[in-house]
């Protein structure tokens, strides 16, 4: 039940501050699955970057969480003065040419039952495996949530040279997630990376369909969603609990915010700091951002009769941030990389061997009842005679 | 606000968008059914599921300090299963620091079989403090 409140009030949370950076003339339920699959990845964000912060400066779980009630119920009274008086109108209003009629009827069709398959696929896989697929969702996220959870006082010992390949220099937007939501509960469990990878992976969808509806209309939409959902490996890796599809859905969020600045140019500044936002949420957005074609992306958006924004100012500090933060918020820190590359994992028969020469010869160098040696390392001979020496 | 309105098109281009659209829905419909339809498969990094990994060292757990570093010791393992099972010791024993080496005062056996007590040569420099049972044992480091 704590869990659940907890979800309800991150999500909640979320989709108030993307109401507030809305423009003003639209209101509410304008644009409503768009600021909701934003208002997820806005709302986890703050609230792993509040548990973060309450871990630095040791604040109790209970602190946190009034804490961020009364967060809430502000930003929800700011919401409600800055709404006040206005009229449900949405942003854009787009008429498509295939809004209705066959092929409208056999996307939306074909939409829906993918979506079906993909959530019946997808909630199966997760059941299965909520733990997660592969290495990175438990030897990197949710080890990093671990340390963060049960660590206590010492959950700095996570960021130990002594375990290099569990990149320390590593976000911690999605452990702080998940040891967030265990601390809410009191326990851990695995159900909570497992619904993150869900919410993310399902609101990456959301977005992009609601992104391209608004700035298109439905059909393309509907058309750029079923895409989406027909890609398998995007699904897989979606319930492998992996940083890509967090990190995708931090890019898309980025690039939609900003066309849509560009959309509505006499209130876009909210939507560009919120932009700058979700861009430095997913990490390597900083590269896309430094890049000439969001410049070229921002001046054909521009070309549509309005302004060209690819020598703007903002442009130019986009790309200025960009370049800097590529080289230097970006790159892990330097003796991280040097412990990793002296890693002795990376080469631990050579480690052993040469650290440890007695403990080698004892293990890996064994003689059989002849006294010859079993020089095969890691082979089948050397389990069976491991005791013999 | 920006109103954007109806564009007409040529109706030879109408049914090609259509094709298309419908090739899209398609191949999407398709790759779904293939991926919907595909076994599920259980994640077993070191050959066992992870819960049950998690589990092997649970009694451990409340052996070990509450935090700090340990050394590790796998012995029997597949090469293929050598380092995943590190891996996954050091995420059960978390916050609990599991350095690949056998250099820290306490430090983790993690056999791929139970050990026999009485047929097994514990290494020369480790003094066996608990054998779990279940292939994990504690050693403490042997000061000569």
Redesign the interface.
């Known amino acids: 039940m704590a869990g659940l409140a907890g979800a309800v009030l991150c999500a909640a949370t979320g989709f108030v501050l993307i109401s507030l950076a809305w423009p003003k003339g639209s209101w509410f339920k304008s644009e409503l699955l768009l600021k909701l699959s934003l208002g997820v990845g806005c709302g986890l964000g703050l609230f792993s970057f509040l548990y973060l912060l309450s871990l630095v400066f040791s604040v109790p779980a209970k602190t946190l969480a009034a804490t961020e009630v009364v967060i809430f119920v502000l930003l929800s009274i700011l919401l409600w003065i800055r709404g006040h008086n206005l009229h449900d109108q949405k942003l854009l209003q787009y008429t498509a040419d295939m809004s209705s009629g066959l092929l409208g009827q056999t996307l939306r069709a074909s939409f829906v039952v993918t979506l079906i398959g993909a959530l019946h696929r997808c909630l199966k896989e997760l059941a299965t495996n909520p733990q997660g697929i592969g290495w990175d969702a438990f030897a990197i996220w949710n080890l990093h949530a671990r340390f963060l959870f049960r660590g206590g006082e010492h959950w700095k010992d996570g960021f130990s040279s002594l375990i290099p390949w569990f990149h320390p220099d590593y976000p911690l937007f999605l452990p702080g997630s998940v040891a967030h939501f265990w601390s809410y509960l009191g326990r851990e469990t695995t159900a909570v990376p497992a619904t993150l990878a869900f919410a993310f992976t399902f609101s990456t969808v959301a977005l992009l369909f609601s992104a391209v509806a608004v700035l298109r209309g439905r059909n393309h939409g509907l058309l750029a969603g079923l895409m989406l959902l027909g890609t398998p490996s995007f699904l897989r890796q979606g319930v492998s609990q992996y940083a890509d599809i967090p990190l995708s859905f931090f890019l898309l969020a980025a690039i939609a915010l900003l066309v849509l600045a560009d959309r509505v140019p006499e209130s876009n500044f909210s939507l560009l700091v919120l932009s700058g936002f979700m861009a430095v949420r997913g990490d390597a957005a900083g590269d896309f951002i430094a890049s000439r074609e969001l410049g070229s992306l921002l001046a054909s958006n521009g070309a549509a009769g309005r302004h060209d924004h690819s020598h703007s100012p903002v442009n130019r500090v986009f790309q200025t941030f960009g370049r800097w933060s590529s080289r230097t918020i970006l790159q892990p820190p330097r003796h991280a990389a040097e412990s990793y590359r002296s890693s002795p994992i990376l080469d631990d028969r050579a480690m052993v061997s040469q650290r440890f020469p007695s403990f080698w010869r004892l293990a890996f160098d064994p003689r059989d009842s002849r006294g010859h040696c079993l020089r095969d390392d890691f082979g089948e001979r050397h389990r069976r005679n491991f005791s013999c020496r | ?9 040529d109706p030879r281009k109408v049914l090609q ?2 094709i298309a ?2 090739a ?6 398709l ?6 339809f ?1 076994p ?4 077993q ?1 070191a050959g066992t599921p ?2 049950e990994y998690d589990k092997r060292f649970e009694e451990l757990r409340k052996r070990l300090p ?2 700090g ?1 340990v050394g590790y010791l796998g ?2 393992w ?2 293929g299963y ?2 995943p099972a ?3 010791t ?2 059960a024993l ?9 250099q820290p005062e306490l430090v983790v056996g993690n056999f ?2 139970p ?1 026999a007590p009485a ?3 514990w ?3 480790l003094l066996p403090i608990q054998n779990f049972g279940n292939g994990v044992v504690l050693f403490a480091k042997r000061h000569n």
């Open positions: 606000m920006i109103t954007q309105t109806k564009v007409r098109r968008i259509r659209v419908a899209v829905a398609l191949f999407s419909l790759s779904t059914g293939w991926f919907v595909e599920v498969k259980q994640f990094p992870l819960p509450p935090h570093v012995i029997g597949d090469s050598q380092l590190y891996y996954a050091q995420y978390a916050p609990v620091v599991v350095e690949n080496s056998l791929a079989t050990p047929t097994t040569t290494p020369a420099n």
